[in-house]
C-alpha cells in the first residue's frame, strides 16, 4: 500500500506555538489513544516538553480491552505519571485532578511556605483527534473547547481556567514523517489523520488484515467472517453482510470500507487494542 505521510503547515505553527509557551507550563498532558498507545505518542514532542513533568493520558480506555493497561505499567516502570481514561465520563474529572495534584505537590507546598497561592499550568498536547479538547472541557466545567471527531478541530492555542489549574488546549501534532508504516496505519484507523488524504480501501484492507490476526472473532461475530486467509474474501463479505451490493452485482468497496472504519472506531466490533506493551519495553517514553 501506499506511504502515509502527513505534515500539513498550521503544525510547524502550532509546534512553535507550543515551545513559546513551555517556559510557562508547569507541566504537560500527553494525551494518547488506548487502542494504540505508541502509534499516539508523538515522539518529537519530547524535545518541545524539555524536562517538564508529563502526564501520558490513556484516554478513550472505553473502546480499549485489557491490552492497554500493559502500558499503564510500562509507563509507570519508567517512573512517568500514567492514567487511563475515558474523558466523555463525569467521573474521570476527579481522576485526572487527582493526578495533577500529585504531580505539582511538592511546588503547592513550596509556593503555600511562602505564604503564595499558585495556579499551576499544563499544556494538553498530542497528536490530532485523542481527545485533548474533550479533556479540557471536562476538567474547567464548561465547553469551551471545541471537538470533533476528525483530525484538525483545533486550531489556534489558548488558556481556559479548569479549577486550581490552567490548562492550554493545543492542535494536534503529528511527527513530520512516520518511520514506523505499521504504527502510521494505526493512527489512520482511529481518525487520527484526516481521512482526506487515505485510500480508503487500503486502510479497510489494511484493517481487516490485523484484525484477522488479533481480534478475529469480533470479524465473525459483526460481519459473519470465517474465512481469514485473505484481505479482500473479507471485505468482501463485509460488503455482503451489510447488503453493500451495485446494481450489476458488484461489491460497492466503498460503502464497505466506509461502514467498517465507522464500526471499528465507535467501538462496534468490540473493547480493542492494536500494540502490545510486551512488544515497546524499551520504548522511551
Ligand atoms: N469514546 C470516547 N470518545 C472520546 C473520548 N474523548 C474524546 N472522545 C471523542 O473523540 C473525538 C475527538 O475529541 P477532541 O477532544 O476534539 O480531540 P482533540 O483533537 O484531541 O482535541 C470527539 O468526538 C470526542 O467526543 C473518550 O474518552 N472516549
Ligand atoms: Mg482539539
Not at 6 to 20: C, L, N, Q, S, V
Not at 49 to 63: E, I, M, Q, T, W
Amino acid at each position: 500500500m501506499k506511504n502515509i505521510q502527513w505534515f500539513p503547515g498550521h503544525m510547524t505553527k502550532a509546534m512553535r506555538d507550543m515551545e513559546a509557551k513551555r517556559d510557562l507550563c508547569d507541566g504537560v498532558i500527553c494525551v494518547m489513544d488506548a487502542r494504540a498507545p505508541i502509534a499516539t505518542v508523538n515522539k518529537n514532542l519530547n524535545k518541545i516538553f524539555g524536562g517538564k513533568p508529563v502526564l501520558y493520558v490513556l484516554n478513550k480506555s472505553d473502546l480499549a480491552d485489557g491490552k492497554a493497561d500493559g502500558f499503564v505499567k510500562l509507563i509507570e516502570s519508567k517512573g512517568k505519571y500514567c492514567v487511563k481514561c475515558d474523558s466523555t465520563n463525569i467521573s474521570t474529572k476527579r481522576l485526572l485532578t487527582q493526578k495533577l495534584t500529585a504531580m505539582t505537590e511538592e511546588k503547592r507546598a513550596r509556593a503555600e511556605a511562602k505564604g503564595l497561592n499558585k495556579t499551576f499550568r499544563f499544556m494538553v498536547a498530542g497528536i490530532p483527534n485523542t481527545g485533548k479538547s474533550t479533556i479540557v472541557n471536562l476538567l474547567s466545567g464548561q465547553k469551551r473547547a471545541k471537538t470533533g471527531d476528525k483530525a484538525g478541530v483545533t486550531r489556534d492555542v489558548r488558556w481556559l481556567k479548569c479549577g486550581a489549574f490552567d490548562l492550554l488546549d493545543t492542535p494536534g501534532t503529528m511527527p513530520p514523517s512516520f518511520d514506523n508504516q505499521n504504527l502510521a496505519k494505526h493512527l489512520a484507523y482511529i481518525g487520527s489523520i484526516n481521512d482526506d488524504i487515505l485510500d480508503m480501501d487500503d486502510i479497510a484492507l489494511e484493517l481487516l488484515g490485523e484484525l484477522a490476526e488479533q481480534y478475529p472473532a469480533y470479524l465473525t461475530e459483526r460481519y459473519g467472517v470465517t474465512d481469514f486467509s485473505e484481505k479482500l474474501g473479507m471485505y468482501e463479505q463485509v460488503c455482503e453482510r451489510r447488503g453493500f451490493i451495485l446494481r450489476g452485482g458488484e461489491f460497492d468497496y466503498e460503502r464497505g470500507a466506509k461502514a467498517l472504519i465507522d464500526d471499528f472506531r465507535k467501538g462496534r466490533l468490540g473493547k480493542i487494542c492494536l500494540e502490545n506493551a510486551n512488544d515497546y519495553q524499551d520504548w522511551e517514553f
